[in-house]
Nanobody, 124 residues
Framework: QVQLVESGGGLVQAGDSLRLSCEASGSTGGSYGMGWFRQAPGKEREFVATISFNGGITDYADSVKGRFTISRDNAKNTVSLQMYALKPGDTAVYYC?????????????????WGRGTQVTVSS
C-alpha cells in the first residue's frame, strides 16, 4: 500500500503562482510514474500532468502546458506541481496518483493509488 498526501493548495488571484506537493509513504520501493489530476465542481476528473519514474519524461494537458511544471524527488518520495499564471478555470481539487507503470500516463485507469486531494481556488 502507498499513501499519498497532497499539500500546498489555497486561494489565490488570477495570475498568481502556487506550488503543490505530494508525499508518498508506505510501500514506496520500486519504480513508478506519478501524475496530477484535477476535478472542478460539476465536472469529471481530468489529467493535468505526469512524470516518469526517473523524471526523464513529462507530459501535460494542453490547458496547462507552458504554465505548469511537474517534478519529482525520489530521495524524498515527493512529486510537485509548480503552477504559474493561474486562471479561474484552474480552480479544482488537485489529486496526485501513483502509476502502475513507470513512464507516466494520461489515463486514470493506469493509476492504482490516489491522494485525497488539495483544493486550489483562483479568483478573478
Amino acid at each position: 500500500q502507498v499513501q499519498l498526501v497532497e499539500s500546498g493548495g489555497g486561494l489565490v488571484q488570477a495570475g498568481d503562482s502556487l506550488r503543490l506537493s505530494c508525499e508518498a509513504s508506505g510501500s514506496t520501493g520500486g519504480s513508478y510514474g506519478m501524475g496530477w489530476f484535477r476535478q472542478a465542481p460539476g465536472k469529471e476528473r481530468e489529467f493535468v500532468a505526469t512524470i516518469s519514474f526517473n523524471g526523464g519524461i513529462t507530459d501535460y494537458a494542453d490547458s496547462v502546458k507552458g504554465r505548469f511544471t511537474i517534478s519529482r524527488d525520489n530521495a524524498k518520495n515527493t512529486v510537485s506541481l509548480q503552477m504559474y499564471a493561474l486562471k479561474p478555470g484552474d480552480t479544482a481539487v488537485y489529486y496526485c496518483a501513483v502509476q502502475k507503470g513507470i513512464y507516466g500516463s494520461r489515463r486514470e485507469t493506469e493509476y492504482n493509488y490516489w491522494g485525497r486531494g488539495t483544493q486550489v481556488t483562483v479568483s478573478s
